[in-house]
């Protein structure tokens, strides 16, 4: 079956790194998007990555390996505003999106 | 980026009855699918909307519960019909390319 593997929930300090990681196990791979989510508002779209190594957009970066099924997103410079789900998913052979869970990521003062 | 307008953005429906969502995008985008996503969950896909033909659904969906149209490469509605409050969620259309993939920002739907 197909499958997307992310946490939970983390925890970070506002001003610090924190890295989310997403595994996979699907149908083909046709890339792997990242999305924020808001409580109560439709996913943002943030990154894009379909060859391996690391994609950099601002406070964003998110990285790929494709032999090892493996992504992260990495947030520099936490602030508040960035306390959101972040969902990981991967679009199989038939070009069809497969969604993670989503991560809830809380950021303290 | 394309910009995606869905409508309504809530509704609040008697049990029985049924409801059209729109969604509208502002570019030619190649797909187009419609999701529902209940609170604190990930997203589950419903169909993959095609232009001018039938929608393809996922196991568990049918299209005599959700019909969907698909008349342009930009347009496409969903229909929630004969609702009941397991209907209750928020629908999400998403549009995009092989490489991109927007959301519409989703209509929040209650059945009473």
Known sequence: ?109 | SAVISQKPSRDICQRGTSLTIQCQVDSQVTMMFWYRQQPGQSLTLIATANQGSEATYESGFVIDKFPISRPNLTFSTLTVSNMSPEDSSIYLCSAGTELEAFFGQGTRLTVV
Not at chain 1, 1 to 16: F, K, V
Not at chain 1, 42 to 69: H, I, Q, W
Not at chain 1, 73 to 89: F, G, H, N, T, V
């Open chain 1, 1 to 109: 079956g197909q499958n997307i593997d992310q946490p939970t929930e983390m925890t970070a300090t506002e001003g610090a790194i924190v890295q989310i990681n997403c595994t996979y196990q699907t149908s083909g791979f046709n890339g792997l998007f990242w999305y924020q989510q808001h409580a109560g508002e439709a996913p943002t779209f943030l990154s894009y990555n379909v060859l391996d190594g690391l994609e950099e957009k601002g406070r964003f970066s998110s990285f790929l390996s494709r032999s090892k099924g493996y992504s992260y997103l990495l947030l520099k410079e936490l602030q508040m505003k960035d306390s959101a789900s972040y969902l990981c998913a991967v679009r199989d052979s038939n070009y069809q999106l497969i969604w993670g869970a989503g991560t809830k990521l809380i950021i303290k003062p």
